[in-house]
């Protein structure tokens, strides 16, 4: 009896819910809200975090494919739908690796004491950008060991950073004020635009949905990989956000260098130590963007080939790898990188990290709606897994995640109280956003138009071979 295993088990499947989601990196713009973060964590937490994980499991088991987030839309919507949604959740990959590819340099030259010039600050983020496209272009099969290593190497990271912390606070005292009505949330509009960073930190679980093909039972390992996963995520979120709140003053916490700077304070020096969670820091942030590309990649390409995206999207290698789409994110970071230096705002890994934040912010607003409809319309299909609860709680379930999406989106573009730093920092996310939305619904029609015309040919050359055969009868 010759029957081949699969390679991705469940503990893989849980690793990797642990690598995409678990974004370190982003731990330092969410912590910089301030103590009521503890507040905001636990109110997403419960509010769009676990809804968003049961949803997941739902459609996940009872869509099975390489689609994900674009099968189940398009399902609900049709076509088109699918194929905004796919542009957008694709569009956010290459912005975000450019991002990181920033702070690759820039933690890299902090943890060796090294100043990098342009020239080898560039070099040092392209060889960042296609060290990630070329592990990415690999299947999950030949990678998993790449998630697996980083998914401890972030647990180790995060719990070095939380034990700290409470040693930094028990030995020296905290940093910020953790009592009383500091705790609670403060309702301003600069304070609520972040918590769009919070909402992103806990997106990734249907990355884990793709996959399926390459489990043993995916209709009990995915439910169980987001559950277990997303209890881990839950907890060293909660842990990273103390650690880091106790060693650094909210107005000094860096969105870029926070988390070696928390390291850095709570030991006195730039150590053996320090460095050596630099180093892990780094290799996370290269294989959290081949653990995204996972996902992203398949999702763009499965829709290229169903005229949705373009079809350079649907471009693959011998092994069925979704290689287009990966050497597209790949000169679209280029370009990126090469161009940073030269933009007027010295922030770049903010600027960067913003936009792709609410690019990926966007395409989840279709997702709790397609839920919703695809629960109404299609109820008779098989749901090996199912979200609990009656009318209210699947209306619950799908709206109030809804309106927090959208309400994060419009707070984290709009210069709501019109200051000068509000415009300097939110008019190029909105210029973006809106110039992101043009250019997708110009791309998705040249998809549908590349397919109208390909049928039309494929019509023609029926009909030619047709009358060739009426004629050679004659």
């Known amino acids: 009896m010759n029957k081949q295993k699969k390679k991705f088990r469940l503990f893989d499947a849980v690793l990797m819910a642990v690598v995409v989601v678990l974004v370190v990196e982003s731990a330092a713009p969410a912590a910089a809200i301030g103590p009521s973060q503890f507040f905001w964590w636990i109110f997403l937490l419960i509010l769009f975090f676990i809804p968003y994980g049961l949803i997941s499991s739902e459609l996940g088991t009872t869509y099975v494919g390489d689609g994900g987030l674009y099968d189940w839309v398009k399902q609900a919507f049709g076509r088109r739908w699918g194929g905004r949604l796919a542009w957008l959740y694709w569009l956010n990959y290459p912005l975000w690796m450019a991002s990181l590819g920033v702070l690759f340099a820039e933690v890299a030259g902090q943890i060796f004491g090294v100043h990098f010039n342009t020239f080898w600050t560039i070099i040092i983020e392209l060889a960042f950008v296609w060290t ?37 606070a028990a030995t020296k005292g905290l940093a910020n004020n953790f009592s009383g009505t500091n705790l609670l949330p403060k309702l301003n509009l600069s304070s609520l635009s972040n918590l769009s960073v919070i909402i992103f930190n806990f997106l990734g679980f249907e990355v884990v949905a793709t996959m399926a093909d390459d489990m043993d039972n995916p209709k009990k390992q995915i439910p169980q990989a987001i559950i277990y996963g997303g ?25 870029s260098s926070g988390l070696i700077d928390s390291f850095v304070l709570m030991i006195g020096h730039m150590n ?6 630099g180093i892990m820091f780094l290799y996370i942030l290269a294989s959290e963007m081949v653990s995204w590309a996972l996902g992203v990649n398949y999702v763009a390409n499965y829709a290229a080939k169903d005229h949705a995206l373009p079809a350079i999207f649907g471009k693959e ?52 709606p397609a839920f919703w409809k695809l629960r ?61 939305v043009i250019v997708g619904e110009i791309v998705v029609r040249v998809a549908e138009r590349q397919d109208d015309s390909s049928t039309k040919d494929e019509k023609v050359s029926q009909n030619s071979t047709h009358s060739a055969n009426v004629s050679g009868k004659d």
């Not at 990678?143 to 700290?164: D, E, P, R, V």
């Not at 053996?272 to 969670?277: G, P, R």
């Open 272 to 277: 053996w130590f320090v460095v050596i969670i």
């Open 132 to 168: 990630v496209v070329t592990l990415g272009n690999k299947p999950i099969s030949e990678s998993k060991w790449i998630m697996n290593l980083a998914a401890f190497a972030k647990i180790f990271t995060i719990l070095s950073l939380g034990i700290m912390g409470i040693y930094f």
């Open 231 to 255: 209890i881990l995520i839950a907890f060293f979120y909660l842990l990273a956000a103390f650690g880091m709140g106790a060693a650094i003053p909210t107005d000094k916490l860096s969105a």
């Open 376 to 436: 109404r319309d299609d109820a008779q299909r098989e749901r090996p897994f199912k979200v609990p609860g009656g009318k209210f709680m699947i209306n619950f379930m799908t709206w109030v995640p809804e309106v927090l999406l959208v309400a994060t989106i419009l707070l984290s573009i709009l210069p709501l109280n019109g200051s000068a730093s509000e415009l300097a920092n939110k008019v190029p996310i909105l210029i973006g956003t809106i110039l992101a």
């Open 317 to 368: 290698d011998a092994k069925g790898m979704p290689v287009g789409t990966g050497y597209l994110n790949g000169i679209i970071a280029s370009v990126l990188v090469v161009a940073s230096p030269f933009i007027p705002n010295q922030n770049i890994f903010w600027a960067f990290f913003a936009l792709n934040v609410v690019a990926l912010l966007l395409s989840y607003t279709m997702m709790f």
